[in-house]
């Protein structure tokens, strides 16, 4: 059982950056591929970017690449989003999850496939 909690999130001006942090509990973080998703008011939730167990393999959602880089700290049980060059249409709530199927070297962007999701944190990004 992985519980994880999101931190980092606020008010930033457009071209502004932020860093998103993902703590967990519970011993098996260091043993799932991660993901970002956010979901913005009235829409779906979305994928940002995932990482592999290890951290060497990362995906992002094209909206995103160039600007965000995700990364963890599996000694820490920490996961990372880097966010730069935010745009308004970036404003959403950011949540973290775990891979719940599949294997931890390879990524996915696909919502169904996570579990132990974050309560997230709101990011607002102003024009």
């Known amino acids: 059982q992985v519980q994880l909690e999101e931190s980092g999130g606020g008010l930033v001006q457009a071209g502004g950056s932020l860093r998103l942090s993902c703590a967990a509990s519970g011993s098996t973080f260091s043993l799932n591929a991660m993901g970002w998703f956010r979901q913005a008011p009235g829409k779906g939730r979305e994928f940002v970017a995932a990482?592999?167990?290890?951290?060497?393999?990362?995906m992002y959602a094209d909206s995103v690449k160039g600007r965000f880089t995700i990364s963890r700290d599996n000694a820490k049980n920490t996961m990372y989003l880097q966010m730069n060059s935010l745009k308004p249409e970036d404003s959403a709530v950011y949540s973290c999850a775990a891979r719940i199927v599949g294997t931890a070297s390879a990524t996915s962007s696909l919502v169904s496939e996570y579990g132990y999701w974050g309560q997230g944190t709101q990011v607002t990004v102003s024009s």
């Open positions: 990482i592999t167990r290890s951290g060497i393999t990362t």
